[in-house]
């Protein structure tokens, strides 16, 4: 009984947020799946008539930011909870483009981003911060959990 409601904070609802949906987007595009019928209906939830608009902007940043990149991103798997250290830096990106807060736009592209490459992912990225916005949507600060000191291992008797 405890084990399912352990689980049950980790079903899906009908309502991401929306920088859940932005890490589902991309995981869902490198792994071939942009047809996906959920997406479009969340994005027209979000987004509402700018969701190509939104959805555009997104690809592409993650196109300018994968040309600009400078190694392979790590990209998790699709429906996996937690966020990949890249998935996070590209959410923290993004939401220093909406807040406007040049530091931390260029100390995320200085990590993210080749010299050379850094000018065009900031415009992108600004790109994309502006068509959340248009629509009302603000990404909220990406926080990491600090991971324990040991390791925890739940023994579960039958």
Excluded at 97 to 121: I, K, M, N, P, S
């Amino acid at each position: 009984m405890a084990k399912q409601r352990k689980y049950a904070e980790f079903q899906y609802d009908g309502q991401l947020c929306a920088g859940h949906l932005l890490v589902w987007t991309w995981r869902k595009l490198v792994v071939g799946h942009d047809d996906c019928p959920v997406l479009t209906r969340e994005y027209g939830r979000f987004a509402g008539p700018q969701a190509d608009a939104l959805l555009s902007a997104f690809a592409n940043f993650l196109l300018v930011l994968g040309q600009a990149s400078r190694r392979m991103l790590a990209v998790g798997q699709p429906y996996c909870a937690g966020l990949t250290a890249d998935e996070e830096r590209m959410l923290r990106l993004i939401a220093a483009a909406q807040t406007g807060d040049g530091v931390l736009l260029w100390a995320h592209l200085a990590w993210l981003a080749r010299r050379e490459y850094q000018d065009d992912v900031r415009l992108a990225a600004n790109r994309l911060a502006d068509a959340p916005s248009e629509a009302g949507v603000i990404l909220p600060p990406v926080r990491a959990a600090v991971p324990a000191k040991t390791a925890l291992l739940e023994v579960v008797h039958a």
